[in-house]
């Protein structure tokens, strides 16, 4: 790891953040998450947060947004100090009016049931006008591309519409700091080209953001700073404008790796027997008059891995979970193959914190073994391959909510992989983590495909086109109510969407 903390801290200059001496451990673990901590942002910059999965960037954003240490249980050392006032002893309400916080799932922000109200909600709270507030609501539904759903409730939309819903609603509030974490992790790539604009409306109007982001090819030509974190510590804090150091950071954290292509083409593996068959399925929403999508047809054969593409709203969440059989459509029939001890679907849904309710990881990872009354040695065994293929050493015996996103995430994986189910269905299993533990968790995944101890098939839904590409041997795309299907190759020569960092 290089050194490149060329930008010390000035105590001098007039700082819309302040940063000094912060350490941070959560009551629930050994060793604190962050180490002496000390950086200053001007007004009106952006500054990237960058680091690996776990490293702390999430708590450092909280710290700023002052949940750590008010609303969070923990021993807090240091000072941090947001348009000068310290979030240790300003009220929440202060604190709420000065700086907005995405969190990286928004249904941990969504409290109301419409989104015209989730919008108004903070507003009302922060005592405005009523006239002031109709006027903000309506700008931030045309903002953010949310008209059509102002009746609607939060928790019909789409993931990635929920994740904009969140962002409208803080940027109505007009926060003079705006602290988002991975807010472009559920967003499709004209959707994150969308939201980065509004940033750079606001820094222009004076607003100081900071972003913690995995797809740093999309945020950093927008950046001011580069903060780099890893292992809880500042190691590097760079101006973008300074090419040389910004790229010799992401070389050190392994940023630039992406899932290689692999000689092993899953392709090899394929069999003639089928895991499911859609037959002309279709499905449409209880409140709404027409189809999400109609007349799909397709087969899920054993040993491959397809991705589910397509832009937030499209359904892919949907298909996944009538795949699941959580669900019927409302037209149509899947036919799902039935193997002896395997389960037929296991999803791992885009929430995993609902999938997430053992005392420690070990305890996650064992539950669905234990539920099919595997023997102690096949327990551990499944546990022991999960840990390794899913990087969850050292955290066994951890609780699992208390772990980084990234590291729940991967903790709803390995217990759903435990499982051992004939098809396993992930949502956007690539949110939260960083680009070399992408390329480790597609590779390992794709080697035991078709195997006696891995899934028989994949199906994952995505919206970073290299994963896509390099992972799936099929691509599956909804749009315009229909679901095309290409091969990998097909799908790479004709997308121009955004990859994952490289």
């Known amino acids: 790891m290089t050194s490149a903390l060329n930008t010390p ?7 819309a953040v302040e940063v ?21 942002l001007p007004r009106g910059t952006f500054t990237v947060v960058a680091g690996l999965t776990g490293s702390g960037k999430s708590t450092l954003l909280r710290a700023l947004a002052g949940l750590i240490p008010n609303h969070a249980a923990g021993e807090m050392a240091g000072v941090v100090q947001v348009i000068g006032h310290d979030t240790r002893t300003t009220s929440s309400a202060v604190l709420a009016s000065t700086v907005g916080l995405v969190l990286q799932s928004p249904d941990d922000q969504i409290c109301t ?17 009523p006239t002031e507030i109709a006027g903000r609501v309506q700008a931030a539904l045309v903002r953010f591309g949310l008209t059509d759903f102002r009746c609607s409730h939060p928790h019909e939309l789409s993931g990635g519409l929920r994740q904009r819903l969140v962002l409208a609603a803080v940027s109505a509030m007009h926060p003079q700091v705006l602290v988002c974490d991975e807010p472009l992790s559920q967003l499709d790539s004209e959707a994150a080209r969308e939201f980065l604009t509004e940033l750079n409306r606001l820094r222009a109007a004076g607003v100081t953001i900071v972003i913690a982001e995995h797809r740093l090819d999309e945020v950093l030509p927008h950046a001011d700073r580069l903060l780099v974190i890893d292992d809880g510590r500042l190691v590097a804090d760079v101006a973008t404008k300074d090419e040389a150091p910004v ?65 937030n709203g499209s359904g892919k969440s949907t298909l ?66 999960a840990v390794d293929l899913f990087q969850l050493a050292g955290l066994l015996d951890e609780p699992p909510q208390a772990l980084s996103r990234g590291q729940r995430v991967r903790t709803a994986l390995a217990a759903a992989y435990t499982c051992r189910p004939t098809l396993l269905l992930l949502d956007e299993p690539t949110t939260g983590q960083d680009a070399p533990t992408v390329a480790a968790l597609t590779s390992a995944l794709r080697a035991t495909v078709g195997t006696d101890d891995g899934p028989a098939a994949i199906v994952f839904s995505t919206h970073h086109t290299a994963v896509a590409r390099r992972f799936a041997d099929r691509i599956w795309t909804l749009a315009d109510g229909r679901l095309t299907e290409t091969s990998a190759a097909e799908f790479s020569a004709r997308s121009t969407a955004v990859e994952v960092p490289r």
């Open 9 to 15: 801290y000035d105590a001098e200059a007039p700082h």
């Open 20 to 40: 000094r001496g912060l350490s941070y451990r959560f009551v629930a673990r050994r060793t604190p998450t962050l180490h002496d901590v000390t950086f200053a």
């Open 113 to 129: 049931t419409t989104v015209e109200a989730e919008i108004a909600f903070g507003l009302e709270n922060l005592a405005l006008p």
């Open 247 to 311: 790229k010799s950071e992401l070389t050190s954290l392994r940023f630039g790796d992406a899932a290689p292509a692999s000689d092993d083409s899953p392709a090899a593996k394929l069999s003639a027997a089928r895991v499911a068959v859609l037959s002309s399925i279709a499905y449409r929403y209880s409140d709404s008059s027409s189809d999400v999508w109609s007349n799909l047809d397709a087969e899920i054969l054993r040993g491959e891995c397809i991705a589910l593409v397509g832009l």
């Open 320 to 385: 996944l979970s009538l795949l699941a059989q959580a669900g019927s459509p409302t037209a149509g029939h899947i036919a799902m193959s039935t193997e002896t001890n395997r389960p037929d679907a296991v999803l791992v849904p885009q929430q995993v914190d609902l999938t997430l309710f053992s005392r420690t990881v070990r305890e996650e990872l064992e539950f669905g073994p234990r539920q099919q009354r595997c023997d102690i040695a096949t327990v551990r065994r499944r546990v022991d391959a």
